[in-house]
């Protein structure tokens, strides 16, 4: 098996903290325009854009159960209502799992004009 130099350490609460390399008093020395030259020197760190900022690549997530109680539904009357199995609802809610692109795009026209769609449905 290939090693991939991933280290795993299990800290139960109120174990001492492990000894590492971290230089800490350098770390606390920091000011805060080094803490974001930093972050911003990480390609694996970026900001996101601000709004009216270029979102190209983002995609823009439903949060289904502000959705579900601003319609002023239960779980299990949403998933009814606009046919989506009640363990989908349910792990979208608690972010178990994101929605793919198809249920986004569903999710987006439910949050346009989720009366239009449950009548349609209801047909």
Same mark, same amino acid.
């Given at each position: 098996? $290939? ?7 299990? %800290? ?23 803490? %974001? ?28 159960? $502000? ?57």
């Amino acid at each position: 098996m $290939k090693s991939i130099g991933l280290v795993t350490v299990v %800290h139960e609460t109120g174990d001492p903290i492990p000894e590492t390399d971290t230089d800490w008093d350098a770390i606390r020395a920091l000011t805060e325009e080094e803490i %974001h030259a930093a972050a911003l020197s990480d390609p694996d760190a970026q900001p996101l854009p601000l709004p009216g900022g270029d979102w190209t690549g983002l995609i823009k997530l439903v949060n289904v159960k $502000k959705l579900r109680e601003r319609l002023g539904m239960t779980q299990e009357e949403f998933a009814k209502t606009y046919w989506i199995p009640l363990g989908t609802l349910r792990d979208w809610e608690q972010r178990r799992k994101n929605a793919d692109r198809t249920a986004l795009a569903y999710l987006k026209v439910i949050d346009s004009d989720p009366n239009v769609v449950a009548e349609l449905l209801a047909k």
